[in-house]
């Protein structure tokens, strides 16, 4: 097994699957690469992609042998700007949190910075690079329609009770609830400008569904501390940490 | 003494008023009052098919919804009354909920300064005591519904 997140639970399993980069995700739904460009809201779809630095090809760079061994993410070799995506996990089932896409962000993307704070977790790259991560992360298990939002600002919501329709609280209302299909609509791009045409995202996830996809412990789903392995191993580094500062020889 | 009923998930326009209707059905329900995030200000410019807010009808009766429920407090007269209100909540909201009696009064029943100062020395219904946001008009917020004959 890869010995990437101890214990038995499905949370466990289905954190170990986010984690690891070999396990392909499952694909839940289709989202245009120009609807994503819009939900971004960096740049108009169809515009150039504008530049900080002229192509890697065309500067002189000094002899490196680092840059010789890491071979550059398209978006570097052109210059693209850095530019960014932010979800928000409601706690309610929400498929992916924080702390969990921080670790599997690393574990799969190049060249991308991640910032994780309790509700929300930021995603940087270039801007290219962005677009390709983020069409993955909004078609891919990471994203639920109801339970996860798209919010560059106004975040606030990951914990409050859930809407009727599962729906988890926007204060921007970018992601609305259509009743006349089921689909969830954006009729907004990340930071709240109004967008000329809705991106449909999709039916929310069903509630049993969710529970068998999540990645958050909890005392009405799975409890953690029913999960004894993960427990353990979280007592055990606790131990070694207070005790030896990591060092396995000095510690318990 | 008063209840708060307490939904796991927050009430959409539909649900509270089969809820409320239902609950103003109850003879010993003395004064309802709905609580939680106002509606969005933009909501009436939505088109139709995003908007959840309408006026809803209890006891035929129209009511303008100024907030999405969160929590409803009843004040009640009979301990009994909340075993019945626990069988209409359980018919309405699927998605679990809680009936608080922990406080004796979560609606206030004292005047304040607050009062003295928005209705000057003029008597005030104990009945309306505590049925106002304080920061808003009367009108906006207190509907009075004639209890059926």
């Known amino acids: 097994m890869v010995q990437i997140y101890p214990g038995t639970s499905q949370v466990a399993q289905n954190r170990r699957n986010f984690t690891n980069p070999e396990y392909e995700l499952e694909k839940l739904r289709e989202i245009a690469d120009e609807d994503v460009v819009k939900i971004l809201g960096h740049k108009a779809p169809g515009e150039e992609y504008k530049s900080v630095h002229p192509p890697l090809d065309e500067m002189d760079e000094p002899d490196d042998s680092v840059r010789e061994l890491v071979a550059p993410i398209d978006g570097a070799k052109a210059g693209d700007r850095i530019r960014y995506i932010q979800f928000v996990d409601s706690m309610y089932f929400a498929p992916a949190q924080p702390f969990l896409r921080a670790r599997s962000y690393l574990c799969r993307f190049r060249g991308i910075d991640t910032g994780t704070l309790s509700g929300?977790?930021?995603?940087?790259?270039?801007?290219?690079?962005?677009?390709?991560?983020?069409?993955?992360?909004?078609?891919?298990?990471?994203?639920?329609?109801?339970?996860?939002?798209?919010?560059?600002?106004?975040?606030?919501?990951?914990?409050?009770?859930?809407?009727?329709?599962?729906?988890?609280?926007?204060?921007?209302?970018?992601?609305?609830?259509?009743?006349?299909?089921?689909?969830?609509?954006?009729?907004?791009?990340?930071?709240?400008?109004?967008?000329?045409?809705?991106?449909?995202?999709?039916?929310?996830?069903?509630?049993?569904?969710?529970?068998?996809?999540?990645?958050?412990?909890?005392?009405?789903?799975?409890?953690?501390?029913?999960?004894?392995?993960?427990?353990?191993?979280?007592?055990?580094?606790?131990?070694?940490?207070?005790?030896?500062?990591?060092?396995?020889?000095?510690?318990? | 003494m008063d209840i708060e009923i307490f939904p796991y998930r927050i009430l959409g326009s539909d649900t509270t008023e089969s809820l409320l209707n239902d609950l103003e059905s109850l003879d010993d329900v003395k004064r309802t009052v709905i609580h939680g995030p106002r509606f969005p200000k933009g909501e009436a410019t939505l088109p139709e098919k995003y908007r959840e807010r309408r006026v809803i009808q209890i006891n035929g009766e129209d009511v303008v919804l100024q907030v999405k429920t969160a929590r409803i407090f009843l004040e009640i007269t009979m301990e009994s009354t909340i075993k019945e209100v626990e069988e209409i909540c359980e018919k309405h909201i699927p998605y679990g909920f809680d009936i608080n009696q922990d406080r004796s009064n979560y609606i206030r029943k004292q005047r304040t300064v607050t009062d003295k100062i928005k209705y000057g020395d003029s008597e005030l219904p104990d009945d309306l005591v505590g049925m106002t946001d304080q920061y808003s008009k009367f009108d906006d917020h207190v509907n009075i519904i004639k209890k059926d004959d």
Not at chain 1, 124 to 140: M, N, Q, V, W
């Open chain 1, 120 to 252: 929300r977790q930021v995603i940087e790259a270039r801007e290219r690079d962005i677009e390709r991560i983020s069409k993955y992360l909004l078609e891919t298990e990471y994203f639920d329609t109801a339970r996860t939002g798209i919010r560059g600002a106004g975040v606030h919501g990951h914990s409050l009770r859930l809407d009727e329709n599962g729906l988890m609280f926007d204060m921007l209302r970018r992601q609305v609830f259509n009743k006349e299909t089921g689909n969830v609509e954006m009729v907004k791009d990340q930071v709240g400008r109004e967008l000329d045409e809705p991106v449909v995202l999709g039916e929310p996830l069903d509630e049993e569904t969710l529970r068998s996809k999540t990645t958050i412990y909890r005392i009405d789903g799975e409890a953690y501390k029913d999960d004894v392995d993960a427990v353990k191993v979280c007592q055990r580094i606790h131990v070694s940490r207070s005790f030896g500062a990591f060092n396995p020889e000095v510690g318990w």
